[in-house]
T-cell receptor, first 112, second 113 residues
């Protein structure tokens, strides 16, 4: 599975959009991009995933560049409850073994 | 559905003691995994299972044993606890087919003195 690079921390004002970048320059054609978050002391929570098209659900939007070497998770209207560590993970559909390799993630601080 | 449940929530052990962390899921997921998270660190994979009777090692398997006798349960055993195993332990499960997401339990906070 490809390695990802994320900034260690970001701030965002409450009510504004939070844009969290992820670099995955070695991604392969069959690898999906997943985003999870972990609110303090809780188990990680799935947010969204995508292959090459942009995706949107009730929590967030995922924008993947055309060359698939990077992506951005967008929380459209960040709230204080969105303060968490956000993990970008790349793994292949064929890697269906339940393995997720977590990096250090990005700590997002939403400020009033 | 209760989702993924873990017991106990908190545990304190003395060095050398043994114990089993319990994990259960009621979603009929084929895959289950155990992770540990040390303070200020990301999650690291300990062991995982792709189905009943099948287990494999993750990144940090030393000091831990697992078995998977049923689809629902995936216990993690510490045979001889060490202070280095002080951590928060998370269990997760997922479906096998498709680009599935993983569901995580609430965690067990273990302290070894």
């Amino acid at each position: 599975d490809a390695k990802t690079t994320q900034p260690p921390s970001m701030d965002c004002a409450e009510g504004r959009a939070a844009n969290l970048p992820c670099n995955h320059s070695t991604i392969s054609g069959n690898e999906y991009v997943y985003w999870y978050r972990q609110i303090h002391s809780q188990g990680p929570q799935y947010i969204i995933h995508g292959l090459k098209n942009n995706e949107t659900n009730e929590m967030a939007s995922l924008i993947i560049t055309e060359d698939r070497k990077s992506s951005t998770l967008i929380l459209p209207h960040a709230t204080l409850r969105d303060t968490a560590v956000y993990y970008c993970i790349v793994r292949a559909l064929s890697s269906n073994t339940g393995k997720l390799i977590f990096g250090q993630g990005t700590t997002l601080q939403v400020k009033p | 559905n209760a989702g993924v449940t873990q017991t106990p929530k908190f545990q304190v052990l003395k060095t050398g003691q043994s114990m089993t962390l319990q994990c259960a899921q009621d979603m009929n997921h084929e895959y289950m995994s155990w992770y540990r998270q040390d303070p200020g660190m990301g999650l690291r994979l300990i062991h995982y299972s792709v189905g009943a009777g099948i287990t494999d090692q993750g990144e940090v398997p030393n000091g831990y044993n697992v078995s998977r006798s049923t689809t629902e349960d995936f216990p993690l055993r510490l045979l001889s606890a060490a202070p280095s195993q002080t951590s928060v332990y998370f269990c997760a499960s997922s479906r096998r087919d498709g680009p599935y997401e993983q569901y995580f339990g609430p965690g067990t906070r273990l302290t070894v003195t």
